[in-house]
């Protein structure tokens, strides 16, 4: 892993997907420590190889996401199949670090107050 820019270490949620995977080597390319969230580890051997840690879990899956986050200070969610909000009620009740939220569609769900950056 090439050294850590920042000092931070950044939880990526789809970096397996377009959007993500270029935030995810983006942030390794400017040498921070990166845990990449995939739900198939064969489709995460790429970001390994440059260096990210793979953390395989689901959205759908609360109960076995509380591993991928230990560690982490940013969370940036770059994912567009996030359509229940209730998907993300884990995130809004135990995460205490800045959230980042990049997405197409949209989340009339998801408001300023529940999180500190939303793009859409």
Known sequence: MTTN?????????GATGMMGGLVA????????????L???AEKAQP???????IAI???????NL??????????LLVTGNVKNPAQLGWLRSTLRRRLVCLTLFGTPWLTAAQTP???W
Do not use: H, M, W, Y
Not at 5 to 13: A, M, T, Y
Not at 66 to 75: L, N, W
């Open 5 to 13: 820019n920042s000092g931070k270490k950044f939880l990526v949620i």
């Open 25 to 36: 080597r983006g942030l390794l390319d400017r040498g921070e420590n990166v845990r990449a």
């Open 38 to 40: 995939a739900r198939d």
């Open 47 to 53: 970001l390994k190889v440059l260096g990210a840690e």
């Open 57 to 63: 879990a689901d959205l759908d899956d609360p109960s």
């Open 66 to 75: 509380t591993p991928a986050f230990d560690g982490i200070d940013s969370v």
């Open 117 to 119: 950056l939303c793009f």
